[in-house]
C-alpha cells in the first residue's frame, strides 16, 4: 500500500492477490510435489544421519526450493542464460543439492569430521560455502548456469557482491539490458528489515553503472514460511517462544498436505506418490555410501566463480613470474597527449580544467609526471592490452582532489561529457569511470563482485577520505582479507584510501594502516627463503599486499603488476593527497621506461649512499613523509650524516631488501619514522620485521607522534607543533645514544 502507482497497485492486485489466480495443470501439479519431495526428504534425511549437527535445515519452508525452480523455469523460458544467486545459512544446503544440484556426495561429505582439507587454506563451514555449476534446464531444454556466492555470517552482506558479479557478467556479454544475466536475493524477513547494506543496495538499482535492470529478491518470512527448529538444530526455542512452538509442532508438513489433496483430486495415486518418496531417499542412501570414499575435501569444488582460462587444470597458476611493467615511449607520449588534450570537437571545457590539462601538456613536454598523470598511464597501458579498467568510488570521475579529472563536461550543452581514456587507441578495451551513491558498504561489495566475474580487468574502489572505509570494513573483514583462505578464489580488487597527516583533523586524516598489516598474515619472527623470484613468491603467499607509493612511475608501476601478476590478489593503496600538486612528488618518463618495475623499497640515493660507513643514522619511512624528512635533513645539511630509506610495499615486507640496506649502514643506528601516531600506522608491524631482518643485534627506535585516542588533531596549531617536534627528533644525532630498548 505504499506504492503511490495506482497501476503498479492495480497489476500487484490481480496478479497476486486475485483469489485463485494460481492456476496449475496437473503436469505442473506432478512437477511440483516431485519437487517438494526432494526438498523435504533431503532435510528428513540430514536430520537422521547427522541428528547433532548444525545445518541451518529449510523445514517449515520446504517450499522455497520450488519456489526458486519456478522462477529459474519461467527466467530460462524468457532468454535468461546465467542465474547469480545470494542467499543466508538457511535452506543453503538444499539449495545447493535441490537447485544448483551439487552432487549430494560432495554435500555429505562435509559433515564428515575426519575430513581432511586438500587445499590450501582455512577453510569455511558447509552453510557459508558457494557453487558454480552449468546444466540443461530440463523445463525449457537450454543450457543454464546458476552461481550461488560464498558469503560470510553477516547475512545481508553478500547483497551488494551478488550484483557486482551480475554487472560484471551483463557487461562482459554486452547484456545492456539484462536480458540474459539475472539476480537472484534471498533474505530473512528480519534482516531484510533490519540491514542497512540491504538499503545501500537497493539504491544502486538505477545508476546506469551498478544497475543490473532488476532483480528477483525472495523474502523468508518466520511468520508464514515457519520455521519449525529455532535459530539453528540445536537450539531450544521452547524457552522464549513457548506458545508459538506449540503451534507449530501441531502444524501438518506441507509435503503431506499437499500430497493428501492431490491424491483426494486424483492426479497422483498413493503408490506414485510413495514410489517417488522412495527413489529420491535410495538417491540420497546410494550418494551417502559414495560419500564414505571421500576423505580428502576439495575446497576448489565449490568456488562460484571460475576463471578456468586463467589457471592450470590443478588450479594453480600457469606461472611464477611477473614480466617488467615498464613502457616504451611512445606509448607514454601517446597517452600524456591524449591525458592533456579533448578528443571531441566543439567541445567547451571548464576553464579551470583548461588550465590543468595545459599543466599536464607541459609535464608531458618535460617528459615528466605527477600522480593524476602516472594513474593515466597505468589505465591506458592497460586499456591497450585488452584489460577492461573499472574506476568507481564518491567523486571518482573529478577526483575528490580535482586532480583526476577523467570525465570532462561541456559547460555549454547540458550532460554532454567526454571521457578521453575511451579515445587513446583502436581496440582498446572500454574504460568505466562512475560517481558512485554516497555508499562505501554496498559500493565496496558491488565492486568486489564485479572483480570476480574476470580476472582481466582492474577493478578499482575509492575511498572519498581514506577514513570512510569504516563503514565499509564488513566486506574487508569478511570477504577480502580472508576470502581466499576461506574460499580458494583469488581477487584482484583495488582499494585507493586517500592518507596522510595534514592538520585536517581526525576523520579526514588516516586511512587506518594498522587496520590492514594487523590482518595480514607474513610471520614478522620468520625471514622467507625463496629458490625463485622472492618478490613473486612472496605476493603468491600473502593474503593481500598493502603499499603507500611515493612516486607516480610506483604508482604506475604496482597498478600494472597488479594485472601482470600470474595470480590475483587485493592491492591497498594508501594514496596521497597534498603530494598529488607537490613540485617534489614527480617522477621523469625514464622511471616508467622499458624494462623497469616497481620497487618495493627505494634506497637513498644521495650522499649518504655514497659513504656509508660515515652514516650515524638511518631512518625508515613510507608515504608522505618522505618528503618532510628530506626538506629537514637538507636544512640542517645533514645529507652525509642520515640515509632515508622509503618501504613503498610494507606489506608483505620485504625482508630481503630491507636486509640489504641494514648491512650497507652497517654501523648506523636504525630509526622508523612515521607521521601516525604510535600505536597506529605502521610501527608495531615493521619493528618486528626489521628486528628479524637485524637478528636482534640492535634496536630499531621510533620517531612519531605519540600514542593517542584519536588518529589526528583538529588544531592546526597542535599539528604543526607536533610535526616540528618529531622533526627534531629525527635529525637530533644523539636522541637515542645512552638509552636501551
Not at 445 to 452: H, I, K, P, S, T
Request: proline content about 5%; aromatic content about 10%.
Amino acid at each position: 500500500m505504499f506504492i503511490n502507482n495506482v497501476d503498479q497497485c492495480q497489476w500487484i492486485r490481480q496478479k497476486i492477490e486475485t483469489p485463485g489466480i494460481m492456476q496449475f495443470t496437473n503436469a505442473e501439479k506432478r512437477t511440483l510435489l516431485a519437487r517438494l519431495i526432494r526438498s523435504t526428504r533431503f532435510e528428513d534425511f540430514l536430520a537422521r544421519k547427522w541428528s547433532s549437527e548444525k545445518r541451518f535445515g529449510l523445514e517449515g519452508c520446504e517450499v522455497l526450493i520450488p519456489a526458486l525452480k519456478t522462477i529459474i523455469d519461467k527466467s530460462s523460458a524468457a532468454g535468461i542464460d546465467s542465474v547469480i544467486m545470494g542467499m543466508p545459512h538457511r535452506g543453503r544446503l538444499n539449495v545447493l543439492a535441490n537447485v544448483i544440484r551439487k552432487d549430494l556426495d560432495q554435500i555429505f561429505c562435509q559433515f564428515d569430521p575426519k575430513l581432511e582439507a586438500a587445499d590450501e587454506g582455512s577453510g569455511d563451514v558447509k552453510y557459508h560455502l558457494g557453487m558454480y555449476h552449468e546444466r540443461i534446464n530440463r523445463e525449457t531444454d537450454r543450457n543454464i548456469t546458476l552461481s550461488l556466492m560464498a558469503n560470510p555470517s553477516h547475512l545481508e552482506a553478500v547483497d551488494p557482491v551478488v550484483q557486482g558479479k551480475a554487472k560484471a557478467e551483463q557487461f562482459y556479454r554486452g547484456d545492456t539490458q539484462g536480458k540474459k544475466v539475472m539476480s537472484i536475493l534471498m533474505h530473512g524477513d528480519a534482516a531484510f528489515a533490519g540491514q542497512g547494506v540491504v538499503y545501500e543496495t537497493f539504491h544502486l538499482s538505477e545508476l546506469p553503472s551498478y544497475t543490473t535492470h532488476g532483480t528477483i529478491h525472495v523474502v523468508v518470512n518466520n511468520q508464514v514460511s515457519y520455521r519449525r527448529f529455532g535459530h539453528n538444530e540445536m537450539d531450544e526455542p521452547m524457552f522464549t517462544q513457548p506458545l508459538m512452538y506449540k503451534q507449530i509442532r501441531r502444524q501438518e508438513h506441507v509435503l503431506k498436505k499437499y500430497s493428501d489433496k492431490l491424491i483426494a483430486e486424483g492426479v497422483v495415486t498413493l503408490q506414485e506418490f510413495e514410489e517417488e518418496v522412495a527413489k529420491y531417499d535410495k538417491i540420497c542412501e546410494e550418494a551417502y555410501t559414495s560419500s564414505k570414499d571421500e576423505k580428502i575435501l576439495h575446497i576448489r569444488h565449490w568456488l562460484d566463480s571460475p576463471w578456468p582460462d586463467f589457471f592450470t587444470a590443478e588450479g594453480e597458476p600457469k606461472s611464477m613470474s611477473c614480466v617488467p611493467t615498464g613502457l616504451d615511449e611512445e606509448a607514454l607520449q601517446h597517452i600524456g597527449q591524449t591525458a592533456s588534450s579533448v578528443p571531441l570537437e566543439d567541445f567547451k571545457i571548464h576553464p579551470g580544467v583548461s588550465r590543468i590539462l595545459r599543466g599536464r601538456a607541459d609535464l608531458v613536454k618535460n617528459r615528466q609526471m605527477d600522480w593524476a598523470l602516472g594513474e593515466y598511464m597505468a589505465f591506458g597501458s592497460l586499456l591497450k592490452d585488452g584489460i577492461h579498467v573499472r574506476l568507481s568510488g564518491q567523486d571518482v570521475e573529478r577526483g575528490t582532489f580535482s586532480h583526476r579529472h577523467h570525465v570532462l563536461h561541456d559547460q555549454e550543452v547540458d550532460k554532454r561529457i567526454c571521457v578521453p581514456m575511451n579515445h587513446l587507441w583502436d581496440n582498446q578495451a572500454p574504460y568505466t569511470v562512475c560517481n558512485s551513491s554516497l555508499s562505501e558498504y554496498g559500493v565496496l561489495g558491488f565492486e568486489l563482485g564485479f572483480a570476480m566475474a574476470s580476472p582481466n580487468a582492474l577493478i578499482l574502489w575509492e575511498a572519498q577520505f581514506g577514513d570512510f572505509h569504516n563503514t565499509a570494513q564488513c566486506i574487508i573483514d569478511q570477504f577480502i582479507s580472508p576470502g581466499q583462505a576461506k574460499w580458494v578464489r583469488n581477487n584482484g580488487i583495488v582499494l585507493l584510501l586517500p592518507h596522510g597527516m595534514e592538520g585536517m583533523g581526525p576523520e579526514h586524516s588516516s586511512a587506518r594502516p594498522e587496520r590492514f598489516l594487523q590482518m595480514s598474515k607474513d610471520d614478522p619472527d620468520h625471514f622467507p627463503e625463496f629458490s625463485g623470484d622472492f618478490e613473486v613468491q612472496q605476493l603468491y603467499d600473502c593474503n593481500w599486499i598493502v603499499v603507500n607509493c611515493s612516486t607516480p612511475a610506483n604508482y604506475c608501476h604496482v597498478l600494472r603488476r597488479q594485472i601482470l601478476l600470474p595470480f590475483r590478489k587485493p592491492l591497498i593503496i594508501f594514496t596521497p593527497k597534498s603530494l598529488l600538486r607537490h613540485p617534489d612528488a614527480r617522477s621523469s618518463f625514464d622511471d616508467l621506461a622499458t624494462g623497469t618495475q616497481f620497487k618495493r623499497l627505494i634506497p637513498d640515493q644521495g650522499l649518504a649512499s655514497q659513504n656509508p660507513a660515515q652514516v650515524k643514522r638511518v631512518i625508515f619511512c613510507t608515504g608522505k613523509v618522505y618528503y618532510e624528512l628530506a626538506k629537514e635533513r637538507k636544512q640542517q645539511k645533514l645529507e652525509k650524516d642520515i640515509a632515508i630509506i622509503r618501504l613503498e610495499q610494507i606489506s608483505p615486507f620485504p625482508f630481503d631488501l630491507v636486509r640489504v640496506e641494514a648491512e650497507k649502514y652497517a654501523d648506523a643506528e636504525l630509526v622508523w619514522c612515521q607521521e601516525e601516531h604510535k600505536n597506529m600506522g605502521y610501527y608495531d608491524y615493521v619493528r618486528p620485521r626489521f628486528l628479524t631482518v637485524v637478528a636482534n643485534k640492535k634496536p630499531v627506535w621510533y620517531v612519531g607522534r605519540d600514542p593517542a585516542a584519536a588518529p589526528a588533531t583538529g588544531n592546526k596549531s597542535t599539528h604543526l607543533n607536533e610535526l616540528k617536534r618529531f622533526m627534531d627528533t629525527a635529525f637530533n644525532l644523539s636522541a637515542f645514544h645512552g638509552k636501551g630498548l
